[in-house]
Structure formats: C-alpha cells, structure tokens
C-alpha cells in the first residue's frame, strides 16, 4: 500500500492537530502548543493564520459552532485523526528501530 | 504627516516605518498614501501581512487572533490586502511570522493580487480593440492619429495650423492606444518582482 501523500506531517501540524483533539480557536491553539512542546514550538500569528487555513482546506480540522462572537473555533476532523494517528505510527516505528538498533 | 511610497518588497517597507516610529512617526493609516501621527519616539516594530478577506466574520476572527498575540492593528482594511501591526518590542525580534514558508507566502498573495488585477484589464483592452475605439495600426504609423482628410499633403501655414489644431487630440488618442497595455506590462512587472522575492524568502535568505 501507497503512504499517505499528507505523511510525514511537519512539527507544526502536528502539534496543531494534538492542540484540537479538543476545540480552540487560534490563540489558543497557540498556547497549547507552546505547552505541548515544551516551549520548544512557538507560532507566531501570521502563521498559524496560514496553517489553519491550510488545514481547513485539507479538512482536517473543522470549524464548530462558539460563544465567542469575534474568534472562530476549531476542532479535529476524523481525516485529522486519521492523519495524526498514521503520522504518530510512523514515527513509533522510527523509534522502535533506533531502540533496538542505537541504544 | 502624509507620504507616498510604494514598495513590493515588505521588508524594506517595514524597516521604513520603524524608522519613521523611532523619530516619532507612527503609520496610522494606509490608502494610496501612508499617513503618520506624532507620537514619543518609541521601539516599536512594525510587521506588515498581506491579506484579503471575503467577509467581516473572517476579517475579524484574523484581528482578534494578532490582538491576542500582542500585535496590534494600525492600519489596513477587509480589502486593502496590505495589514499593518505594530507590538512594543525592546529585543527587535518579534515577528508576526515564524517560518520561512509562511513569511514567504505573503508575496504569493501579493502576486497573486497583480496577476488578477493585469488579467483583468485584458477584457478592456480587447473591447476598445474590437470596438475600433483604438487602433493598433497607429502603433505603427503614428501619422493615423490625425483624422483631418488631406492633412499630410498640405503645406506652409495651412499644414502646420490643421496639424497644431489636431496634436492634442492626435496625443489623447495615443495616450488611449498606450494606457492599457502599459498598465497591464507595469502590472506583469510587479508580478515578476513579488515572485523573485517569494522565491528568495522561501529560501529563507
């Protein structure tokens, strides 16, 4: 079987991806990101305006109804999961033959 | 304050206007021409995206998410494509970006901009055209921009009263001749320079 054409995701999207497992809008997505990768990963906002964009036109995000009149809110697709769960995959099989083979 | 420049290259554009914010010229609005209020001369960094937005749900959702981050918005509208921001910044290192990819990206959209806008003033141009509003044959005999019959066979005074009497009309018609065509060659121009500049910064120069 062909790999996915998505794969592999960037750091980025990744994290993005595991930031809307549950609903955020943008700055948001922002922090939990700066969380998840332990201050490593930090978007700026033009960026992650284009990222998001991006992903909605590959659907694996989607927009979900809000409170917050002024900020639009996100969550995960199931194409999203599918994405993140196949690129996870393959990144736990990159470490499992490091494992055996370097350490 | 009021000033007209025009700049393709986003950089060079906001080094500019945070050398106008250190003398203590903040940008505070963009038409046509860039408009600067007085203001204590500060550090301030300004950073400059170029987008369009289709309505004010979308244009408002991109503000609050900058407004977040700290970035305030100074100037630009739905439509203006060019948006301005500026955050106080002791380090001079914040950016509205934060790789090359996406810092990049804005030139696409700008040349993507100026592809539409020149492609757009082709109908025009193929109307007046077809419509014989103007003719491409005086492109190449410019004598054809002068309609008075018999005009090139006369001589002395006779000649140069009809010719003088015609010139301005023989002129706006060249000009009409011209105007598109440059228009559209000036736009294809800043679609070339917007790309050369996505190419560079995709490279991360």
């Known amino acids: 079987m062909r790999r996915d054409k998505n794969l592999p995701l960037t750091e980025t999207v990744y994290y993005i991806l595991l930031a809307l497992l549950e609903p955020a809008h943008g700055y948001l997505i922002m922090q939990k990101i700066e969380e998840l990768s332990n201050g490593e990963v930090r978007m700026a906002a033009g960026t992650l305006y284009g990222a998001i964009e991006n992903l909605l036109k590959l659907k694996f995000i989607q927009p979900v109804q809000s409170d917050d009149s002024r900020r639009k809110v996100y969550v995960i697709s199931d194409e999203g999961k599918r994405v993140l769960k196949l690129d996870f995959d393959r990144m736990k099989h990159m470490i499992e033959v490091t494992e055996k083979m370097l350490i | ?205």
């Open chain 2, 1 to 205: 304050m009021r000033k007209f420049r025009f700049y393709i290259d986003f950089e060079k554009e906001e080094k500019w206007l945070n050398k106008m914010a250190k003398q203590g010229w903040e940008l505070c609005g963009k038409s046509f021409i860039y408009e600067f209020r007085k203001v204590e001369p500060n550090n301030t960094t300004i950073k400059i995206d170029y987008r369009t937005f289709e309505n004010n749900r979308d244009y408002e959702d991109y503000l609050a998410l900058f407004k977040d981050s700290g970035w305030e918005h100074i100037a630009g509208s739905k439509y203006s494509g060019t948006q301005y921001f500026k955050t106080v910044d002791e380090n001079g290192d914040a950016d509205i970006f934060s790789d090359a990819p996406s810092k990049a990206a804005r030139y696409r959209r700008l040349s993507n901009m100026y592809l539409i806008t020149a492609i757009s003033y082709l109908p025009v141009l193929i109307a007046l055209i077809t419509t014989k509003a103007i003719d491409v044959s005086w492109f190449l005999n410019p004598k054809l921009l002068y309609y008075t019959p018999g005009l090139w066979e006369r001589t002395g005074a006779d000649f140069w009263k009809g010719f003088l009497f015609e010139t301005p009309f023989a002129v706006m018609r060249g000009f009409a001749l011209m105007f598109f065509p440059l228009l559209i060659l000036f736009y294809l121009a800043f679609v070339i320079k917007a790309e050369k500049h996505y190419k560079a910064n995709l490279k991360g120069k």
